[in-house]
């Protein structure tokens, strides 16, 4: 049975309280860098498919093809990324991001065909590896390192905050672009990005303090040993297999859910209106998990609520055509939309403490964020091939298979 984050880490008492006290400053401005990181690197994408197809004489298809890379690129950067961010912190690695992303979204505004376009979204994804949640939680974690409620309470006040990225931007994106052109859209939310985030983590970020070199070779040593004993023993690989199963679950009904909704016979604003209820949910889902998480295992908690995923996936082809019926499944699954983005690092820091954090939180990004470029991919060639009905049993699958391995990573 895994050792539960309470008892590996000390309690402390006013030195743990100030800590706290002087890292709200650096989660206040990580929350923004967040929220604005996701909107302008992820979220505004779907505002610009239709004029970028337009203007670039493409399909749909091709255009949602460089999001696809941009995703793909960031999986494939994230265990540097974490290697990087163990053994010299945030600050550079999130400032060089935040250059990087704002260069990236510049050029996005002047392609002119479909290979700068892609060239461009490689250049974003390398800058999301460095930038968004997967960097974001290394910082809130090593400053946290010996403090799990600082720790738990910061991650939580992140996600919340950063939840709100799609009801920001998708608006903000879509007045800009209809007032200024895609084009001039861009120019200011990159300028928004840069203004933004490049001093916020130039400045607010702390620069990790220099121990003499004897003290860092053994500290990297330290980190090398740690993941490598991870990486060949079993909870690890559970792990990555519940939260990568999770990730294509959530990334799938989060592409087609408002598509199935019309298909089962609702009007488009309903099915739009509670596919909008996921982003709610998923806060809900945060605060549900983290407090529980003082009481129960979290393993367990992640389970149980993977499990209610799979049944409400399986429940939607059955009750989905009533109004009633879609909004229970659609609640049901909802709670469990952002569970994970908290439920790992608890898991990572309970069992290998926080020295190698980011290096093994990189490695299981390969397939958790691969996941969630593919699967959804994979559930729109299941829908034409076979129907809605097998993709909703495939979610389903996948949440069990999530809810198992971290019932067996518990036990362990």
């Known amino acids: 049975m895994s050792a539960p984050a309470s008892s590996a880490v000390p309690v402390l008492g006013d030195g743990a309280q100030r800590r706290r006290r002087h890292g709200w400053p650096v989660i206040a401005a990580l929350a923004v860098t967040q929220t604005i990181g996701y909107g302008v690197l992820y979220y505004a994408f779907s505002v610009f498919l239709a004029p970028m197809a337009r203007d670039l004489h493409a399909t749909p298809a091709q255009i949602a093809a460089a999001l696809t890379l941009s995703i793909l690129i960031a999986a494939v950067c994230a265990p540097l990324v974490g290697r990087l961010l163990d053994a010299g912190g945030g600050r550079a690695l ?26 461009v979204f490689a250049l974003v994804g390398v800058a999301c590896s ?19 409620r600082g720790r738990a309470n910061g ?7 950063a939840g709100f990225a799609s009801s920001i931007f998708l608006p ?12 001039t859209a861009l120019v200011i939310l990159a300028l928004i990005y840069g203004t933004a985030a490049i001093p916020l983590h130039a400045l607010v970020l702390r620069r990790r303090t220099r121990t003499a070199s004897t ?9 090398a040993a740690i993941v490598k004993a991870a990486t060949r023993a079993r909870p690890f690989w559970l792990l990555v297999i519940a939260f990568t ?14 598509t199935y909704l019309i298909h089962l016979g609702h009007p488009p604003v309903l099915a739009a209106t509670l596919a909008g209820l996921l982003g709610v949910l998923s806060v809900t889902g945060r605060l549900v998990t983290t407090g529980l998480q003082t009481r129960l295992p979290a393993a367990l908690i992640a389970a149980a609520i993977f499990a209610l995923q799979g049944v409400a996936a399986l429940a939607l082809p059955l009750i989905g055509r009533s109004v009633a019926g879609a909004i229970g499944a659609v609640l049901l699954f909802g709670l469990g939309f952002g569970i ?15 020295a190698a954090y980011a290096s093994l939180a990189g490695r299981i990004a390969v397939f958790s964020v691969a996941d969630k470029a593919l699967a959804p991919l994979g559930a729109l060639a299941l829908a034409q091939a076979a129907g809605y009905g097998w993709v909703m049993g495939a979610v389903a699958a996948a949440c069990a298979i999530s809810a198992f391995a971290l019932v067996a990573y518990h036990r362990l």
């Open 340 to 354: 994970a983005s908290i439920t790992l690092p608890h898991l990572l820091v309970g069992r290998y403490g926080t």
């Open 130 to 148: 460095m930038v968004l949640y997967e960097a974001a939680f290394a910082v809130i974690v090593s400053l946290h390192a010996t403090d799990e």
């Open 245 to 258: 199963a999770s990730g294509g679950a959530v990334a799938t009904v989060a592409v087609l859910l408002i």
């Open 94 to 119: 999130m400032t060089a991001g935040s250059l990087l992303g704002t260069a990236a979204v510049l050029a996005w505004s002047r392609v002119e065909s479909l290979p700068q376009l892609y060239a």
């Open 155 to 161: 991650l939580l006040a992140l996600t919340i905050v």
């Open 215 to 223: 003290q860092a070779s053994a500290t990297a040593q330290e980190r």
């Open 172 to 183: 903000l994106t879509g007045l800009l672009v209809d007032r200024y052109g895609w084009r």
